[in-house]
Structure formats: structure tokens, C-alpha cells
DNA sequence: AATGAATGAGGTTTCATTCAT
DNA sequence: TATGAATGAAACCTCATTCAT
């Protein structure tokens, strides 16, 4: 709550920012593996390596952790929204860019993505209806374009824009559950953003 | 810890079958809303209207309430698995049936659906090994269907079978947060399956 | 409660007898390898083949089942006691027969022993009086012949006659945990009841 | 289950281990009076004057606290045997010492003795392993002596070895039944004692 | 910042007992 | 007599959270 002092600035905060980093990540583990609500406090300090008192140093409470996590998530999964609305491309490519960028974050942190995914549910009051908000940003970052695309006939017009944009969602969602190559005879995250691409690609767009 | 023996004499009393499927219904609602861990027996029995104790009448523990539950769906969906086998059609067509059907009773029994994606992790020991086993089970029902269709080029051969598998596999599970009808002003379950299909179609279909 | 009319009677009141001991013999059974307390209805229920519910024809409560297992343990030895006490032996002889004859019958009854020696403490009220009654009793059936022996001089006189009476009746209760012949390559009762018998009478005669 | 490791640091803190030796004293006194299974974790914590879940803190498990009392015992009685071993007396000697001391002990810890005695039975897994090896240390100690004696003729060789041990067991096990003084009118635990190897030593000594 | 003892509510489960059938 | 569903109290244990140190 209160800044750090100017001297102390530097050094304190990158401890503190560690430490909370530590925190976090401790607690994306164990909440992916076993889910928020099977999950202990004492377990996340365990990993921390600290006593379980002292986690409440970094967060007023559970569920005040769970939502720094998926607000964290949030954030990343937002700014490639951001950076893929700069590049000015037309909608359909819009689009498979925007799952493309989004799907290998999920890859890259399958654990995140799984407690965004599963957990929001256990959040109450002003934090569940913020998380709410975010779901429905995140719905309309994909249905914009499909409106767009269906616009400009790069997009199949058959289909209501709802049906379609959900297929997308769920196909992106999913991905996480996609095999990985743990010892390398899977497929790497980029052949499987490929695949994904190409198989959207083929199941919305106009020209068949 | 120890597995599930036969519970309920076939016969014994329609009384009995109905008690036990009464506290499963009420299990199924509540857990679906909160996940399995955040329910608690309490909320369980009130909800069927006697007392928690008399709850472990039925069930020996609340993880093996979960299990009937998980059991009563995989028995369910092996069922459609089975009747479309018996249709002996070539591989597109059994996959896109199967799509149908398992969509169909997946929109149906939402909440059902709901836990068996996402709660079989609360299971242990050999509850989880068996749930485990019809998790790959499932999985190989689309699978086969895949590699045939790819043999017989009607599904497109670019892609490894297992990544157009899990493409479908994480499509059909995903009806379930398709905008439903509460109010008349969504969709009906035959117009989201029809779409589901088509959408799968075009996906993985070799001609275009 | 009610007597049995004359002409059923013969019939009834055996079943019903022979019901009494099974469950009692189901109790003993149980409550000698657990405990009392650590011993459910349910386990006494299953053993007899009846359901939980049925043992409340024969028995009112789980203590009072303790209390008629306790009774007949206290019966059986009372009237090894009066049996002794009609020899009209000299005191050292009758107590080391009384010695022999309940060794013995702890021996070949040692689940009933054990729960005689080891759960009277969970009875209560009426019932907890009783059987301090038949403690105390049990007590001055030993120290009455020590009281008598050392009288006329067959008992060591240099030791209160309360600390050699309370040594005969540890030597004795404990037999029960002497070792017995499950393989034939132990000792039999009776080796073990003269060994007893001859150790307790040189410890306690007056000759030396 | 899991076996108890090391809990407490060795200097870690005076209050640290008064506090485990308040409830372990607590638990004794509420175990040796109703018995392990008939003793709930309130009457502990009622009785040192925490709730009920603080204990936990302390001891893992009931079960746990159990064996903690058991393993303190053992150990005491141990250091008895050990101390006796080097006194390097004659066998019978050394076991007279060796009855004088461990009957000391259990009639000053009356409360531990009799749940040393009757409760081992209530723990599960691995602890009722290393409590069975202790029992039948306990018994060597006494059996060693007693073949000792044997050879070198101090002891009656009329009677097998084991049969003595027992009786010499059961002798001893049982002095904590014997008459105390709480009101001073009663026998002072020197006195309890000598007699207590008198009378053993006259019942098992080869000379009479 | 960190500790760790303590809290107190709530969790799952067990169980003796009752009672309508 | 026998059943077995239901009760309701009480059992053991867990856990998020607080707080004095």
C-alpha cells in the first residue's frame, strides 16, 4: 500500500516483486494440479518455503490470490489482443493471428490458462464481477472479428456469428489439453498452433 | 479406497433406485455449480431434504459420489458409442454421428458434463485408475474413427491423427458453454449441434 | 419380559436362547480383540448375520450387551468358587484348587477374560456398581483364604495379607497372556495351570 | 500411518516442549481413566486448555498422541534395563533388580503403565509394528535373564523358561493394581515392592 | 518480514439407537 | 422377528486467518 522511500526504492521493491513472484507461482502449481478450492494455503507455503503466517505478508487472503493470478493472466492474454489490433491486418487474418498469439500463450502456461479457465468460479462480490468483465472482453475480442468477417465475406455467413465465435473459443480453450512432448516424440507448440490455425482456418472461412 | 461394489439389488426396490438416483441429482446440481471441492455433504442433503448423516446410507464416501456420478455419464456416453458403431457406416460419417449424438447428450445434461470434464482430478487411488481408463477409452472412440477416415481419405491426411483428434475431442466438449436458451432468445440444441458438425466437417474433411 | 405361554414355550425359548448366544458369543469375539469402545454394533451385527437393527430385540443397548457378557464371566467363576468352597479343603489346598480351576477357565475362555479384566470401566450407573460388586467379591474369595492360611501358618505370615492376595490375583489374571499352542509346538492348559500353581504356592507357603 | 519423525529441535524452545509435555500428561491422565477409543480429542484440549484444533498442532493424529505415550514409556522402562545391565550382577540378582526398579516406575506412573499396558492395541500400520518390537524387547529383557539363571542354577530349572518369564511378567505388569495409599492408610511403594520380590524370588529361586 | 501458536468454524464421517413396515 | 432407512449427536480432523513476538 504505502511507496517505498526513495533510497530504499530500487532494492525493496525488486525483493518484494520477487517474493510475490515466487507467491504466485507457487500457488499457479498447486491450483492447476489440484484446483483452488482443493488446494491449502499451507501447500503454497510449503512450496514457497515459508511458514504458512507469513504468505499473508503478500496477500490479504486465498482469494485474493487466486485473483492476482488470473488478473496476471488477464493482463498477458489482453496485450496480445492490444498488439494484434495494431498490426492493422483484415479481419480473418485479425483473427487467426489473435488465436495463433493467444493459443501459444496458453501452451507456454498451460497452468495459468487451466486456472483461468476452471477457478473464476470460485471468486465472490466485486472481484467475481471483475473477472466477469474480463470473460466478456475476452469473448468480444474474438466475436468482433467474426462480425467483421463475416462483414467482409471472409468468413462464413451460414452460421450465426454466436455459433461460430464460440466454436473458436472452445477449440482455443482447449489446446492446453493438446499432447505435449515431455519427451520429445509429441509435438512442439508450434506444429500445434499450426494445426489449430489450419483447422479454424478451414472451418469458418468463407471460400471452400 | 477400496472399489465400488454393486450397491443396489436389480429388483430390491423402486424405492431404494430412487432415493439413490434423488441424492445424485442433487449431487450433480450442486457440484456442477461449485465444483466438487467447495460442495460440501451438507449442501448435498439438504438439497434431497434428509440429514448428512443419512446421506452415507447411499454412498460410503463423498468421493464416491462423485465416482457414481462420473460412472453414470461414461456409461451413458460409451452407450452412444456403441449404438453407432452398430450403424456401420464409413469412418467421416460414424465420427460426425457420434459428434452428434455425444454433443446432443452433452447440451442435455449440462451439468453432468460439466463434472465429468473437470472433476475426475478429486478421485484417488483405483477410483481414479478406472475413471482414468475411460478418459482413454473416449478418447480412442474418436481416434479410430480418425485414422480410419484418413485411411480411406475422407479426412484430410496433412495433419497428425492426434492433433485432428484432440481438435475434435476439445470442440465437443466445449458445447457445453455454447449460448443455451434459457429465455427462448438463444439457440436450441439441434441448431448448435448442426453447426458443431458442420463447423467439424469443413475442419477435417480432405475435399474443399 | 413376558413369560412365554406353556405350550411354546420349549420351542421359543430355546431359539430365542440359542440367539442370545450367538450374539454374545459375536460380542466376546469382537469386543476382545478391539475393545468395547472401539467396537461397533455394525461389526457384532455382521459377524451374527443379522442386521444392525435386529441385535436391539435381544439386547437393549451396546452397554447393557457388555453387562450380560460380564455376568456370565462373573457366574461361571462364582460357581467354580462355591465348588471349591464344598471340598472342604484346608485353606492353602482350597485356594491353590480355586488357583487352578479359574487359571483354567481363563485359559479356555481367554476372549472373556480379557473383557472381564479389561472393560468393566464402560459400564455405568447400576450397572457399574454391580460388577464393583463382583471385583470385590472376586477379591475376598482369594483373600479370604489367605487370611485363613496364614491363621494357621501354612501361608508366609511376613507379608500383609493384602499384598499377597493382590499377587496371587495378578499371577492369576494373568494367565491369559501366557503362551498358548496354536501349532501344537506350545504348552498345553494344563502344563500351564501347574506351572502356575506350583510357582504361586512356593512363593506364598510357609514352609521353606 | 506415517511414521512420527523428529518434532521436536532440541533446544528449539522451553514453552515448545512444556507445551507437548502439558498435552501428553493431559492424555495420560484421560486415556489410563475411560481408555484410548473412549477418550476424545476434546477432553484433551479441554483439559489443557486450548480447543480442539490446536492440538493438532502438537500431535498429527489421536492416534499419533497415543504412540508419542508409549514411545515415552518404552523408553524409560528401557533406560531401566539398560542401567540395570551395568550393574554386572549375577543373573538372578540382576533380574530382581531389574522387577524392583521397572515396578518402581509403573507405580509411580500408574496413569502411563496402565495404557502401556492395555492400549497398544488401538494403533494401526507402522506403529503397531514398532510398538510389537517393543513388547517383545521388553520381554527378552526379562526372558535373558531368567535362561541365565537357569544355566548358572540360581533359577528353578523344573520349568520351562518361558513359563517363568510369563509368570514373572504378569507379576510385575500387575503391581499397578495393587493396593496405593491415597490416604496414607495403605502401603507406601517400597513396601509394595520388596514385597513384591520377595514373593518372586521364593517362587522362582532354585535354593528352597 | 517472518514466525508459529492459536483460533473457531466447518469439513467428512461414524455410530448407537429408533421406528415404520 | 427382522428390516433398513433415518436420525442426530458427536467423533476426528482441516484450514483460512489472526496476532503477539
Redesign the interface.
Known amino acids: 500500500m504505502t511507496m517505498p522511500s526513495d533510497r530504499t526504492a530500487p532494492e525493496q521493491s525488486r525483493t518484494r516483486y520477487n517474493r510475490d513472484e515466487k507467491v504466485i507461482a507457487a500457488a499457479v502449481a498447486v491450483m492447476s494440479?489440484?484446483?483452488?478450492?482443493?488446494t491449502s494455503v499451507q501447500e503454497v507455503a510449503d512450496r514457497v518455503g515459508v511458514l504458512k503466517g507469513s504468505l499473508y505478508h503478500y496477500f490479504s487472503s486465498k482469494e485474493e490470490l487466486l485473483f492476482r493470478i488470473l488478473e496476471e493472466s488477464h493482463e498477458q492474454v489482453r496485450e496480445i489482443r492490444t498488439a494484434v489490433a495494431q498490426l492493422d491486418l483484415p479481419p480473418l487474418e485479425s483473427l487467426l493471428e489473435y488465436v495463433t498469439r493467444s493459443s501459444t500463450w496458453y501452451l507456454e502456461n498451460r497452468d495459468r490458462a487451466n486456472i483461468f479457465f476452471?477457478e473464476m468460479?470460485?471468486l465472490s462480490g466485486d472481484r467475481l464481477v471483475a473477472a466477469n468483465r474480463w470473460g466478456r472482453e475476452f469473448e468480444r475480442g474474438v466475436s468482433d472479428y467474426v462480425s467483421a468477417g463475416q462483414l467482409d465475406r471472409t468468413i462464413r455467413t451460414?452460421?450465426?456469428q454466436?455459433?461460430?465465435t464460440?466454436?473458436i473459443?472452445?477449440?482455443v480453450?482447449?489446446?492446453r489439453?493438446?499432447?505435449s512432448r515431455p519427451s520429445g516424440k509429441q509435438?512442439g507448440n508450434e506444429?500445434?498452433v499450426s494445426?489449430?490455425v489450419?483447422?479454424?482456418r478451414?472451418?469458418?472461412s468463407a471460400h471452400?
Request: aromatic share 14%; no cysteine.
Open positions: 494440479d489440484k484446483g483452488y478450492a482443493a476452471t468460479k470460485n451460414d452460421l450465426d454466436r455459433l461460430v464460440r466454436f473459443l472452445g477449440a480453450n482447449n489446446v489439453f493438446w499432447p509435438f506444429e500445434i494445426a489449430l489450419l483447422l479454424i478451414d472451418a469458418i471452400r
